[in-house]
């Protein structure tokens, strides 16, 4: 099947820096790609929809400066935490859909988790 | 909004034991309902799905049924394994993909 990576899976920083997540897909072309974030026992909350070559559109009370989203290219995109805080530690999760498919052709990538001190 | 609710775990079998993991939804529409399954360290993987009410989703031994009038989506498994230990959660979509917080399921021996 798809296979959708991330990287890195686990990331300490410091407060006041900026991490880039990568997301991609490996063996198909993902004209949309979705990032998510997980509290612990907490559901996957949409940040935002990206589509290849176009502006990312987020969600309602997501920082769109804060969480950039580039998608250069149809197999990667990358979501960059700018001046990252302790409340940023979370779980990211991205995921990447070809162009006909349905919600269900909605590949997900491993996580990567974000530790902010 | 759209929400998913579903029973908190973690839910803890012994091999063989019947499954049943709740799932309850509130949406506008008429959603699709989801079942995805994700593995220690691995990405979220569709285990299964209904688009319709009545409709039976099954894989792997794992079923539900689309229950309009409850607003349900129940999964099931007859008999589990410990390789089904893993972290559910139930999903809808109208036009993104809402999810449940998740169940964890651990199957021992």
């Known amino acids: 099947g798809a296979v959708v990576s991330q990287h890195p899976s686990r990331v300490i920083c410091k407060s006041g820096t900026s991490v880039k997540i990568e997301c991609r897909s490996l063996d198909f072309q993902a004209t949309t790609m979705f990032w998510y974030r997980q509290f612990p026992k907490q559901s996957l909350m949409l940040m935002a929809t990206?589509?290849?070559?176009?502006?990312?559109?987020?969600e309602q009370g997501v920082e769109k400066d804060k969480f950039l989203i580039n998608h250069a290219s149809l197999t990667l995109s990358t979501l960059t935490v700018t001046s990252a805080h302790p409340e940023d530690s979370s779980f990211y999760i991205c995921?990447?859909?070809?162009?006909?498919?349905?919600?269900?052709?909605?590949?997900f990538g491993p996580g990567t988790r974000l530790t902010v001190l | 909004g759209d929400s998913v609710t579903q029973m908190e775990g973690p839910v803890t079998l012994s091999e063989e034991a019947f499954l049943t993991i709740n799932c309850t939804y509130t949406a506008t529409g008429y959603p699709s309902l989801f079942w995805y399954v994700q593995y220690p360290g691995e990405g979220l993987q569709l285990l299964l799905k209904?688009?319709?009410?009545?409709d039976k989703g099954s894989n792997k031994g794992f079923e539900a049924t689309y229950r309009k009038e409850t607003t349900s989506f129940h999964l099931e498994k007859g008999s589990v394994q410990v390789s089904d230990s893993a972290v559910y959660f139930c999903a809808l979509t109208d036009s993104t993909l809402t999810f449940g917080k998740g169940t964890m399921l651990l199957v021992s021996p």
């Open positions: 995921s990447a859909r070809t162009g006909t498919g349905g919600q269900d052709t909605q590949y």
């Open positions: 990206s589509n290849e070559g176009s502006k990312a559109t987020y």
């Open positions: 209904a688009t319709k009410a009545d």
